[in-house]
T-cell receptor
Framework: DTAVSQTPKYLVTQMGNDKSIKCEQNLGHDTMYWYKQDSKKFLKIMFSYNNKELIINETVPNRFSPKSPDKAHLNLHINSLELGDSAVYFC???????????????FGSGTRLTVV | QKEVEQNSGPLSVPEGAIASLNCTYSDRVSQSFFWYRQYSGKSPELIMSIYSNGDKEDGRFTAQLNKASQYVSLLIRDSQPSDSATYLCAVNRETSYDKVIFGPGTSLSVIP
């Protein structure tokens, strides 16, 4: 069983489209995250949810909207996609908001988004 | 100044040698530090965490932390070609919740 699963794995779309990425974890963790990794491999936090509540919201364009229907799921919706949104998006989870302190994150396999 | 800095590499070492990866961070209140390994096209995986000054050893890996110098390093002994990957240093800025900041990563190549 995959601990943190993301879909789709690859996403190619045109500028201006709206797309969603889904993430699910079966670890029983309370906290989930979205990270963006650009072409230079720089991994940057975007959002964090704890038990469906938004706790971290970095400086991200408001075209990006996370949604957490329950603590096992965290989705990312992106409106009006731009070329600069092309990156790999990683979902991650930790046991609780302080869980990363001792146990680190468990990452999903990533979604490679290409905007053309 | 970036919050977490690493030499981007690539760092090349011969098989069997010691690979030394370095990281500096800017936020003095950071309390926990991590090394993640990321193979090309894969997700990061946690290989070491360290919280106290000094060394922490796990198999062929040794993490070293010096909070006064705001410096953390990773040594890989007896490097193997399978160690070839990008190594990400990460720092946790703890408040009421974790906020892990990653460095840009160092690419390591172990030459057979």
């Amino acid at each position: 069983d995959t601990a943190v699963s993301q879909t789709p794995k690859y996403l190619v779309t045109q500028m201006g489209n709206d797309k969603s990425i889904k993430c699910e974890q079966n670890l029983g963790h309370d906290t989930m995250y979205w990270y963006k990794q650009d072409s230079k491999k720089f991994l940057k936090i975007m959002f964090s949810y704890n038990n469906k509540e938004l706790i971290i919201n970095e400086t991200v364009p408001n075209r990006f909207s996370p949604k957490s229907p329950d603590k096992a799921h965290l989705n990312l919706h992106i409106n009006s996609l731009e070329l600069g949104d092309s990156a790999v998006y990683f979902c991650a989870s930790s046991q609780d908001p302080r869980g990363a302190t001792f146990y680190g994150y468990t990452f999903g396999s990533g979604t490679r988004l290409t905007v053309v | 100044q970036k919050e977490v800095e690493q030499n981007s590499g690539p760092l090349s070492v011969p098989e069997g040698a010691i690979a030394s990866l370095n990281c500096t961070y800017s936020d003095r209140v950071s309390q926990s530090f991590f090394w993640y390994r990321q193979y090309s096209g894969k997700s990061p995986e946690l290989i070491m965490s360290i919280y106290s000054n000094g060394d922490k050893e796990d198999g062929r890996f040794t993490a070293q932390l010096n909070k006064a110098s705001q410096y953390v390093s990773l040594l890989i002994r007896d490097s193997q070609p399978s160690d070839s990957a990008t190594y990400l240093c990460a720092v946790n800025r703890e408040t009421s919740y974790d906020k892990v900041i990653f460095g840009p990563g160092t690419s390591l190549s172990v030459i057979p």
